[in-house]
Every structure is written in C-alpha cells, then in structure tokens.
C-alpha cells in the first residue's frame, strides 16, 4: 500500500496529514502546542489514536519511542557509526528493523534481515515536507509512518542542532 505524508505548514505544532494511495485521508499526527515532551499522536481516519511518538531524553544520539495502544514499545535510534552516513535502528517486540539508504538524497528503506518492509522516498520542491511511502508489511502500518516521521523530525533537529524543537 502507498501512503503519501505530508506535513501541514500553517499548524502551530508539527503535525502531518496522511493520505493513501486513492488521495483518501488514512492518518493524521498532531503534537500538542505547549508539551514539554513534545510528543506527537497518531490518530486514523476517524480519529481514533493509535500510538504516541515521544522523545527519548537521556540518549548519546537522538531516539524516540513509539508507544503502542497495546502496550509494546517500539524504539527508534539514531546510530552512531559510521558518521558519514545517517542510519537508524528500531527495537521492536518483533525484533530489530534498520533503516537505511540515502538520507541527505531522502531516499532510504526499513528492513527486518533482508526483508523489505517500507521505502520511502521524499518530494523535493514542495513547501513542506512530503514523503512517498510504500509499505510491504501492513501489520505495522502505523508504527512504519510514525517511523518516518521520527527520522524527519531528527534530521530537522539535526539541522537546527536542537532537537525536537523545530
């Protein structure tokens, strides 16, 4: 299935609207105006929240953790070696997924071993952030959107040398 997230420009917090393949709204994420954990909820179509995306505070490099309404936790790090390229971890009940790819080109994947489980790839000449995503493992529909907008908001943070705060 295709997903198409895109982030909302005239919103006072990070927020983004997903749509399916068909244009359909499938998923919104909201973050709330004054958190100070700056979490982010990600809601389906009829507004029913799915999981929450906070900060993970105490790191030597940036993560996030999903929490799931089921209770299980998924954790999304960045990984620290090499330096010359951006790669990320994800701990899940499941076990480990890796993303990787080009991320300054925006153009990466999330695998589990050798299976493809998402490719995303970002719309460069938009106002706001935009991303293609195919997901090829439906199950974790949620938990790979939400994974993709962790990694933009670490690559901003990056960028702004703040995290979470932009």
């Known amino acids: 299935m295709k997903y198409r997230i895109k982030q909302k420009i005239f919103s006072l917090t990070d927020s983004f609207s997903i749509e399916d393949e068909n244009g359909h709204n499938a998923f919104s994420v909201s973050g709330k105006l004054f958190s100070l954990s700056s979490s982010q909820t990600l809601s389906d179509a009829s507004g029913t929240a799915l999981l929450k995306i906070k900060r993970k505070y105490i790191t030597i490099m940036p993560a996030c953790r999903l929490l799931n309404n089921d209770g299980s936790e998924w954790l999304i790090k960045k990984k620290f ?6 790669r990320f971890s994800i701990s899940t009940p499941q076990g480990m997924l890796e993303m990787s790819g080009n991320f300054w080109q925006h153009e990466y994947q999330i695998r589990q071993q050798d299976q493809l489980l998402a490719s995303i790839s970002k719309k460069w000449f938009s106002w706001s952030d935009s991303y293609g995503v195919d997901i090829f493992a439906p199950q974790w529909t949620a938990q790979l959107l939400a994974a993709v907008i962790v990694i933009d908001r670490i690559q901003h943070s990056e960028k ?3 995290f979470g705060d932009d």
């Open 81 to 86: 070696w090499p330096f010359w390229t951006s």
């Open 160 to 162: 702004n040398s703040t």
